[in-house]
């Protein structure tokens, strides 16, 4: 499978606790964001990499939110002190160009 | 700020029937309107539109755009329980390489048996 990979597909945790997603774009691809999604609305656009540069983060990204992409290939997304108003489905995408690929995505329940 | 409404927000129809899902948009420096389907998981590609008055078909969808009404329909005809899901619709943004999509809200389709 080629497509745009996600892990974990769900994670629930406690609140106050740190949790960490990943994100294997598709290989070809140089560009590669994060949204996050809650029931009812569009996904809404949090960061965005170029290669291995994070050159753009949405307001939405509070400083308990961390992102990387090491050498320009997967990416991480931190949440630290997870708070309840985190819950959501956090989507990956990655593109070539203005058609983006999204990945499954991983639903974060904090309880 | 770029801005994508979708109507209607839901809409429930018999299989068979015909759709119009609408999308407008306020987007500086219009690039292009992408449509994707979300069912449970990850929004799949459905079209991207660039130029008015182009119709783009795939099977029984087909969208169109008209750049000086801002706005874009997608039409799919004799829908089946297949197709209930989210129909988003998005714009990238304007400026430079990063081509981040802002989205409407979507429009839930259920389509009944």
């Known amino acids: 499978d080629t497509g745009v990979s996600q892990n974990p597909r769900h994670k629930i945790t406690k609140r106050g606790q740190n949790v960490t997603f990943r994100c294997d774009p598709i290989?070809?691809?140089?560009?590669l964001y994060w949204y996050r999604q809650t029931l009812g609305q569009g996904p809404e656009f949090l960061t965005y990499?170029?290669?291995?540069?994070?050159?753009?983060k949405s307001r939405l990204l509070s400083d308990r939110f961390s992102a990387e992409r090491p050498k320009g290939s997967f990416s991480t997304l931190e949440i630290q002190r997870t708070e309840q108003g985190d819950s959501a489905m956090y989507l990956c995408?990655?593109?070539?160009?203005?058609?983006?690929?999204f990945g499954q995505g991983t639903r974060l329940t904090v309880v | 700020e770029d801005k994508v409404v979708q109507s209607p927000l839901s809409l429930v129809v018999h299989e068979g029937d015909t759709v119009t899902l609408n999308c407008s948009y306020e987007?500086?420096?219009?690039?292009?309107l992408l449509w994707y389907k979300q069912e449970k998981k990850a929004p799949t590609f459905l079209f991207m539109l660039?130029?008015?008055?182009i119709e783009k078909k795939s099977g029984r969808l087909s969208s169109i755009l008209d750049k000086k009404e801002l706005f874009s329909i997608l039409n799919i005809t004799a829908t089946q329980t297949g197709d209930s899901a989210v129909y988003l619709c998005?714009?990238?943004?304007?400026?430079?390489?990063?081509?981040?999509?802002?989205f409407g809200k979507g429009t839930l389709l259920t389509v009944n048996p």
């Open positions: 995408a990655s593109s070539p160009g203005q058609r983006a690929f």
């Open positions: 990499f170029q290669n291995e540069a994070q050159l753009e």
């Open positions: 987007v500086t420096n219009f690039r292009s």
């Open positions: 290989s070809e691809h140089n560009r």
């Open positions: 998005a714009a990238p943004n304007s400026g430079g390489s990063n081509y981040k999509l802002t």
């Open positions: 660039t130029s008015s008055g």
